[in-house]
């Protein structure tokens, strides 16, 4: 089981190290090491540390949805009939099927139980996610949709305290 490292023990060297990985996860060792101003080997030992202890989780790449003609992005909140583990479990399964939803939550303080972000080409793919899967998911029973007209903040860099 990987360990958890609260961030008090991250030094300013793997602070640094994961500012530049949110910045570009391409970043070759080499690079990295000299964007942090530590030679390769150690820059190479800590960002495996901060792989083994699940800090970095995955590197990846980040595509624009707009050049990859998927226009329409909704933000939903699902209402369930019951709040049974069992129920959730099946609702959970059955939105991690879906490749239009790139979040889901289980969420509290609002009248819904989840919040999704789903992407998708156009109004017509919408209708047939919304009508033809998502509210034929055994228990839901409720689905209000928002449509993002502008993205005010858009990052996936987290912090470094």
Do not use: W
Not at 116 to 126: E, L, P
Request: glycine share 4%.
């Amino acid at each position: 089981m990987k360990s958890k490292a609260p961030t008090s023990e991250l030094d300013r060297y793997d602070r640094h190290i994961l500012e530049e990985l949110q910045r570009d996860g391409g970043l070759s060792n080499q690079r990295l090491a000299e964007r942090i101003a530590l030679s390769p080997s150690p820059c190479l030992r800590r960002v495996q540390a901060l792989e083994e202890a699940g800090i970095i989780r995955k590197r990846v790449a980040l595509l624009d949805p707009q050049r990859l003609g998927l226009a329409l992005m909704v933000l939903m909140h699902i209402s369930m009939d019951r709040h049974t583990p069992e129920r959730f479990e099946h609702f959970e399964a059955e939105i991690r099927r879906s490749p239009e939803v790139l979040e889901c939550y289980l969420i509290t303080g609002h009248d819904a139980d989840y919040q999704i972000k789903v992407v998708v080409r156009d109004m017509a793919h919408f209708q047939d996610f919304l009508l033809n899967r998502l509210t034929r998911i055994e228990g839901v029973t409720g689905v209000h949709s928002s449509f993002v007209l502008r993205r005010v903040v858009d990052t996936t860099e987290l912090p470094m305290y």
